[in-house]
């Protein structure tokens, strides 16, 4: 039984873990779905990490500082936007630097206005998303197998890990059961033959990033407001980069993607648990070892199981109407 409790910690920490990569991962599915490359998810999420725990410690309120979050999210992903589509800059360069600027402005705005370090205050029980108790999980949660599974794995979250496992067959009606998705994944692939059809191109792909800005907003207001209790610098530790991971071993599917986050949430799960663990033959493990071991298998399996990934036939490259 120790055994199968260990488990479902493990479970219950990959769900916990996944959540900010799965609404990356979607965000980033949403714009590269359109034909924007976006490798500025990082500073997107990070930005609303700090803007939304500043808002929460500010007004005392966990919603205004999740939409406080989404807002600043949403405004890069315009800059982003501007940039790539407007004036048809490149798409890398323009995602490298919101990210500089995501990392650098953090810091410095958390220094002037709370002077912790960079660091906002911890967020209170009121200011940050306490997790949901289902009914009757109390009750069942010393029964043995079905108990831990519904008392720990399905209750016991906030309702942005809800929001997030909800957004994943959202994402699939969106792209495949409405006009919107099928228009998106047509600019995505063929943007002059929607220009043709009279469709705006470029409005199109705002709204995109628009879709981009608000997931990541989500996504980092879960990192500073749920998994975190507040904001510390450089708190998002390249989760953007692997959601852009994820994205391409999913390739490009919302459900694929689910599951390739929920897989390198639990590469990160059991390398926390494995820390300071002799295993067998083995022995114990630097603990530096441990902590890089996500980003080294996320290596290995985009390298050798991900078979071919064929993006977007207009992602990243800026769309010029023909005269």
Known sequence: MDTFNAIVQVLDSTIRLSVPLLLACLAGLYSERAGIFDIGLEGKMLVGAFAGASAAAVFHSALIGLGTAVLISVAFALVHGFASITHRGNQIVSGVAINFVAAGSTIILGQAWFSQGGRTPALQPGERFAAITWPG?????????????????????????????????????????????????????NPAAVDTAGISVAWLRYRALICTGILTGVAGAYLSMVQNGGFVKDMTAGKGYIALAALIFAKWKP???????????????????????????????????????????????????????????AGGVPYVKER
């Open 255 to 313: 459900v694929n993607a689910m599951f390739a986050c929920l897989l390198f949430g639990f590469l990160d799960a059991a390398a926390i648990r494995l820390q300071g663990s002799p295993l067998p033959i083995i022995g114990k493990v630097p603990v530096q070892f441990m902590q890089a071991l996500p980003y080294v298998l996320t290596v290995i399996l985009l390298a050798g199981f991900i078979g071919k990934a064929i993006p977007p036939r």
């Open 137 to 189: 999980a109390d009750a069942i949660k010393d029964v043995p197998v079905i108990g831990p599974i519904y008392a720990e794995l399905i209750s016991g979250h906030s309702i942005l890990v809800y929001f997030a496992f909800a957004m994943v067959p959202f994402t699939w009606w969106v792209l495949f059961r409405t006009r919107f998705g099928l228009r998106m994944r047509a600019v995505g692939e």
